[in-house]
């Protein structure tokens, strides 16, 4: 199993990134693929999880400014982040498990113990 992220960098806060995850090594569409990030310090927290089937959940504190997708030609999870915050900057990381909750609701943030695959992770920065 490989996860590949991309597409971090440094933008000013009310831009826009859009991150990337090549997943490869396992059948896409049975598993739960999740965007956690980490604050310098703090555990890795759920920011958008998509299930097998579809179903989405945000982060209350996401919601309605980041949109979780996959592209499923590509084998992608993807992440469009708008309106950015400095608040946002954290690293971002891909990661993806099977037979687990798949949400990032409150009560399931701090979730990350439950994934056992993980990309690199990509770096954003939002400056105010």
């Known amino acids: 199993v490989q996860l590949v992220e991309s597409g971090g960098g440094s933008v000013q806060a009310g831009g826009s990134l859009r991150l990337s995850c090549v997943a490869s090594?396992?059948?896409?569409?049975?598993?739960?693929m999740t965007w956690f990030r980490q604050f310098p310090g703090k555990e890795r927290e759920g920011v958008a999880s998509?299930?097998?089937?579809?179903?989405?959940s945000y982060a209350p504190s996401v919601k309605d400014r980041f949109t979780v997708s996959k592209d499923g030609a590509k084998h992608s999870l993807l992440l469009q982040m708008n309106n950015l915050r400095p608040e946002d900057t954290a690293m971002y990381y891909c990661?993806?498990?099977?037979?687990?909750?798949?949400?990032?609701?409150?009560?399931?943030?701090?979730?990350?113990?439950?994934?056992?695959?993980w990309g690199q992770g990509t770096q954003v920065t939002v400056s105010s």
């Open positions: 998509i299930r097998g089937d579809g179903n989405i």
């Open positions: 990661a993806a498990e099977s037979r687990i909750p798949c949400t990032v609701a409150p009560g399931w943030r701090l979730s990350s113990h439950l994934y056992n695959y």
């Open positions: 090594g396992f059948t896409y569409d049975d598993v739960c």
